[in-house]
């Protein structure tokens, strides 16, 4: 009797075991499947339904007019230059950040002194807001007290107009998001440089890799692969959603020279109202963007070496 009770003592607590395991995992899970719901799924869901109206902001009734959006983005020449815009401006920013974001980690990790200052300070436009650092932009850039422009004209250079006029103020733009996103990309490759065991280093000036570029080359690139895969993603996301710098700076002008598709959403959305064009428009910006990444993953992955 007393073994018979025992075995269903442990039978009983072999069964509540798993059933108490899978509610506290569900109850640890729930923040982050509510917020992934509320924060995500819902206005994601709410973005492809208003695609399909003709809903404006202040407007008490709408319809529901199916394709129509689409196919008046397809004839809107207008949309076509903020794309153009657009896949310039990722053209410039995304290659020079990572490349000026590897040089620094490079150089700072060859040289442990002053490591966390210098990881500080070119990490600081990252933690500033845009907008505020607008002001500072402005004025550095003014075409006639600007400091940029009093060096050029020491130098007995062209003084461009840099924020005001068409062909500079898209290049200008560009360049302020690398400023900001190179330090970003800084902290990301020291990660993953910190990553690379020190002895694969001593073994390869052993074999005969002795100089810096020889294990760079062998030895750092191939381990920062998957580093490099994730930060090549993540800074062309961030040049395409590129938004607070067009909006503090030049407003999409002159001509909508700068003007970019996240701005552009905006603009229809909250100046013309009209949000369910707004809506159609960021339903194809998402799609682009997702096969963007998944082209791109899919054609480094190939070359992404792990060690």
């Known amino acids: ?102 040089v620094l980690a490079l150089l700072i ?7 966390t200052f210098f990881r500080a300070a ?6 500033s807001l845009m907008v505020a650092m607008a002001t500072a932009w402005q004025y550095l850039l003014h075409p006639t007290i600007g400091p940029v422009n009093a060096i050029l004209r020491d130098l007995g250079l062209a003084t461009p107009n840099w924020l005001g006029s068409s062909e500079w103020a898209l290049i200008s733009i560009g360049l302020i998001s690398i400023w900001e996103n190179a330090g970003f990309n800084m902290v990301l490759i020291m990660a993953g440089l910190t990553a690379i065991p020190r002895e694969l280093y001593a073994a390869a000036e ?18 920062l692969g998957p580093t490099m895969l994730f930060v090549v993603l993540i800074t062309t996301i961030r040049a395409i959603r590129t ?12 001509n909508k020279a700068s003007e970019l598709i996240v701005y552009t959403i905006y603009r229809e959305g909250f100046t013309y109202l009209r949000m369910g064009y707004a809506s159609a428009m960021t339903v194809v910006f998402l ?20 060690g």
């Open 287 to 306: 799609a682009v963007v997702l096969g963007l990444m998944a082209l791109q993953t899919r054609l480094i992955e190939r070359r992404t070496h792990y």
């Open 206 to 223: 052993i074999d005969g890799a002795r100089s810096a570029w020889a294990r760079l080359r062998l030895v750092t690139w191939p381990l």
């Open 243 to 254: 938004f607070d710098t067009v909006a503090a700076l030049t407003q999409g002008g002159p």
């Open 109 to 115: 990790e060859a040289n442990p002194r002053g490591r």
């Open 1 to 102: 009797m007393a073994d018979a009770a025992i075995h269903r003592v442990a039978a009983t607590a072999a069964v509540r075991a798993p059933i108490g395991e899978a509610a506290a995992a569900w109850l640890l899970t729930a923040p982050a499947i509510v917020a992934f719901v509320l924060m995500l799924l819902v206005p994601t869901i709410a973005v492809c339904l208003l695609a399909l109206t003709d809903f404006e902001l202040g407007v008490p009734t709408f319809q529901f007019v199916g394709l129509d959006n689409f196919a008046e983005l397809m004839r809107d020449r207008n949309f076509a230059i903020p794309v153009r815009n657009t896949a310039f401006f990722v053209a410039l920013v995304a290659p020079l950040s990572i490349l000026m974001g590897l």
């Open 122 to 127: 070119f990490f600081l436009p990252v933690v």
